[in-house]
């Protein structure tokens, strides 16, 4: 099983971005689908989740909610997070989670996103 995050840059306040996870080895469809994300010196924190398509429900930090959008290609088996109006606090290395059960739970190696004038 492999998760490979892409799409990560340096960009300006108020600009955009968006990640990719590609997936092998796994489904995307039938697992939990999350970003998480980590800045130097804090801890890793939850940003956006999109539950497995049988449920089809997602969740969003306060601190993205409005800006960022988490979905998913069934077809590319790939997850996405698309980034808009950019703070520099949203400055992170990005990371993918897949989740099925405790057993079936994998993350990708991550992608620095770096927001800057």
């Known amino acids: 099983v492999q998760l490979v995050e892409s799409g990560g840059g340096l960009v300006q306040p108020g600009g955009s971005l968006r990640l990719s996870c590609a997936a092998s080895?796994?489904?995307?469809?039938?697992?939990?689908m999350s970003w998480y994300r980590q800045a130097p010196g804090k801890e890793r924190e939850l940003v956006a989740v999109?539950?497995?398509?049988?449920?089809?429900?997602?969740y969003y930090a306060d601190s993205v909610k409005g800006r960022f959008t988490i979905s998913r290609d069934n077809a590319k088996n790939t997850a996405y997070l698309q980034m808009n109006n950019l703070k520099p606090e949203d400055t992170a290395v990005y990371y993918c989670?897949?989740?099925?059960?405790?057993?079936?739970?994998?993350w990708g190696q991550g992608t620095q996103v770096t927001v800057s004038s």
């Open positions: 989670r897949a989740r099925l059960q405790t057993s079936l739970d994998y």
């Open positions: 080895g796994l489904t995307v469809s039938i697992y939990d």
């Open positions: 999109a539950t497995r398509a049988v449920v089809g429900s997602t």
